[in-house]
Antibody, heavy 123, light 110 residues
Framework: EVQLLESGGGLVQPGGSLRLSCAAS????????MSWVRQAPGKGLEWVSG????????YYADSVKGRFTISRDNSKNTLYLQMNSLRAEDTAVYYC????????????????WGQGTLVTVSS | QSALTQPASVSGSPGQSITISCTGT?????????VSWYQQHPGKAPKLMIY???NRPSGVSNRFSGSKSGNTASLTISGLQAEDEADYYC??????????FGGGTKLTVL
């Protein structure tokens, strides 16, 4: 059974940093691209970042480029999102999501999602 | 990258069919067949319902179908059931190597 378990969320002041983790199990982690998708309270979904299975290709939404860094440790079956220079508008539930297809450089479709971790940016 | 355009809400009675539209541009919906649809119930993670415009993942009811014409994709739900009441989001790959979501549509089953 595929499982994705996010952690690392919490309350942080504007300008601060936070690192999210997503522990994956139930599939060959290194074979699948992964993404982070966020949802601000009461709002819609926003794709944040994606990474290929090897970690060699990374992609970012314009809203986070230069501030967030996606990475993965395939030996630990874990996806990360390092978030720096956080702003109030980054407040959201952050989901990690698995790509539908194996061996894709880009994560086009998200067939499994974690339960999400809440990040609150406030003074 | 602007969000894809969806109606804020749609409604229908049990047994009826409804269609949710998703309008983008030639740089996303119109330019690629990487269009998908997600269902989200309150407090839950999204669920993939349609991928590659019209394909259903295993386990998704055949009451859900997808299509695309030009820059607009559509999700049709036939034989509406109470459990279909949820928020629905479309998404598309873009020419900037991004994923863009629609603003979401709240489906009410009357």
């Amino acid at each position: 059974e595929v499982q994705l378990l996010e952690s690392g969320g919490g309350l942080v002041q504007p300008g601060g940093s936070l690192r999210l983790s997503c522990a994956a199990s139930g599939f060959t982690f290194s074979s699948y691209a992964m993404s982070w998708v966020r949802q601000a309270p009461g709002k819609g979904l926003e794709w944040v970042s994606g990474i290929s299975g090897s970690g060699g290709s990374t992609y970012y939404a314009d809203s986070v480029k230069g501030r967030f860094t996606i990475s993965r440790d395939n030996s630990k079956n874990t996806l990360y999102l390092q978030m720096n220079s956080l702003r109030a508008e980054d407040t959201a539930v952050y989901y990690c999501a698995k790509d539908l297809y194996q061996q894709q450089l880009f994560p086009y479709y998200f067939d499994y999602w974690g339960q999400g971790t809440l990040v609150t940016v406030s003074s | 990258q602007s969000a894809l355009t969806q109606p804020a809400s749609v409604s229908g009675s049990p047994g009826q069919s409804i269609t949710i539209s998703c309008t983008g541009t030639s740089s996303d919906v119109g330019g690629y067949n990487y269009v998908s649809w997600y269902q989200q119930h309150p407090g839950k993670a999204p669920k993939l319902m349609i991928y590659e415009v019209s394909n259903r993942p295993s386990g998704v009811s055949n009451r859900f179908s997808g299509s695309k014409s030009g820059n607009t994709a559509s999700l049709t739900i036939s034989g509406l059931q109470a459990e279909d009441e949820a928020d629905y989001y479309c998404s598309s790959y873009t020419s900037s190597s991004h994923v863009v979501f629609g603003g979401g549509t709240k489906l009410t089953v009357l």
